[in-house]
């Protein structure tokens, strides 16, 4: 069984004044199905074939159906209806769901809306259309306001992108002679990253406004690359030069060997010409570093050998300077000066013929020990000289024959106080006359 639908719409048949039911034609065998039942009030079948629906009051030519009964025909057409209010009603259920885009939405609407208009089909297609236009005046409001969230999603992309194009030309902008390199680049990094990550993630810029931007930032790069090619270009110069400069030294310092202890000198005015010598490079310098060192290394090594022969031949020595020390604590208990100096000079003596003694340490703390013992001798000979110096004996004859008359005199003044009863003279008289004698005690009168 077969149904054509017309190229060209069929002239529409006039509709009778009243809508009579469409003629039906009854099943013998099987019931009328329920689409059937319900299309009487949209469609009916004329005698020649032709399936007409009523559209408001007017009936218009659908198909024909001429292998089939009346039924038959009509629900083929009804179907063809179903067919379209379920894609209606499956896209109002999209809309309202959401999470489709309103404007593919509103696309397809106009394919359905195109669709339903003169559709060879059975049903109540104006009341389809009136949906339509809801859902369409629904998506038109939905379409605007994705716009407008489109828009304001793109200002901000466009700022984000804006923001990191200004950093990287801030940075562009620095005194690149001045800045730390490394801390540099990582910054630039990061800003290249977090553009990638926008370009591949974030909104699709308009063409103009993405090469725009780029440019921007592309030229800062180009900047700060350029920066830091000359940089490091210049670096590896200086790096070479301090290279050359620590290699000579070195073999300077591998050439002082054969003088053992005797080139320490040497090698300590090389270390002060190896510290102004710049960086070469940390892998460089520690390479550098290692082999300058163990020619150093070589040279204080000889000087420890040395000073442990030395320290071994000194042993005896510190013991009889030791033992010296013991000797001379008998200075301080000698109370005769003059003995007391003579044995000190006969341990001075001694001391001297034992000779030097390594390590130098050992030897300072020896004979600071010995100069304790002489200091104070030094003092009592300095107390002594004083006390027994005829000049300062002399001096002090002369104040105490001073101190005796001035005795004499302030006694004669304190007899005659007591005698008038001027208790103010008397207490100037007693008090003067206490000065003197205390004086003349002091003098060891």
């Known amino acids: 069984m077969s149904a054509t639908e017309p190229s060209k719409p069929t002239p529409p048949i006039p509709a009778p004044p ?39 009051e007017t009936w218009r030519v659908v198909g024909q159906y001429p292998d089939g009964t009346p039924d038959e025909a009509l629900a083929y057409f009804v179907r063809k209806y179903e067919d379209i209010a379920f894609k209606v009603h499956t896209l109002e259920q999209r809309h309202q769901a959401g999470g489709a885009a309103a404007s593919d939405l509103s696309k397809q609407a106009g394919h359905l809306i195109a669709e339903a208009t003169d559709a060879a089909a059975v049903g109540d297609l104006a009341g389809l259309r009136e949906r339509l236009d809801a859902l369409t005046a629904s998506l038109s409001e939905a379409t605007a306001q994705e716009a407008q969230e489109a828009k304001e999603v793109l200002d901000k992309a466009v700022a984000e992108r804006t923001a990191l194009v200004e950093r990287a030309e801030a940075i562009a902008a620095r005194d690149l002679s001045k800045v730390q390199w490394k801390q540099v680049t990582a910054e630039l990094g990061e800003l290249f990253d977090a553009w990638q990550a926008q370009q591949q993630n974030g909104p699709r810029l308009s063409k103009n406004v993405s090469q725009q931007l780029w440019k921007r930032f592309r030229d800062a790069r180009a900047v700060v690359d350029k920066q830091r090619r000359a940089f490091y270009s210049e670096l590896d110069d200086t790096h070479k030069v301090a290279r050359d400069a620590k290699t000579r030294l070195i073999e300077r310092a591998e050439a002082l060997a054969p003088r053992g202890i005797d080139g320490i000198p ?40 040395q000073s442990a022969a030395e320290e071994a031949e000194s042993a005896p020595k510190i013991e009889a300077r030791q033992a010296l020390l013991e000797e001379a604590k008998a200075v301080a208990d000698e109370s005769n000066i003059k003995r ?40 009592r000979e300095e107390v002594d000289w004083k006390k027994n110096n005829p000049e300062t004996k002399a001096r002090a004859n002369d104040m105490s024959s001073q101190l005796l008359e001035a005795i004499e005199k302030l006694e004669s003044e304190l007899a005659a106080a007591e005698k008038t009863g001027d208790k103010k003279a008397i207490k100037e008289a007693s008090d003067a006359l206490e000065a003197r004698r205390t004086w003349l005690t002091a003098l060891g009168g």
């Open 18 to 56: 009243r809508l009579p039911a469409p003629p039906r034609v009854p099943a013998p065998t099987a019931p009328v199905a329920p689409a059937i039942a319900g299309a009487a009030d949209w469609g009916r079948v004329t005698e020649d074939g032709s399936v007409e629906v009523r559209e408001g």
């Open 266 to 305: 040497a090698y300590r005015t090389l270390l002060d010409e190896w510290k102004a010598s710049g960086r070469a490079g940390r892998k460089a310098d520690d390479a550098l570093w290692a082999r300058f060192k163990a020619a150093g290394d070589a040279l204080y090594a000889a000087r420890a050998e």
């Open 340 to 379: 007391a100096r003579a044995l000190l000079t006969r341990i001075q003596r001694q001391w001297d013929e034992i000779g030097r003694i390594f390590p130098r340490d050992k030897e300072r703390a020896l004979d600071d020990k010995l100069r304790v013992i002489e200091q104070a001798l030094k003092a």
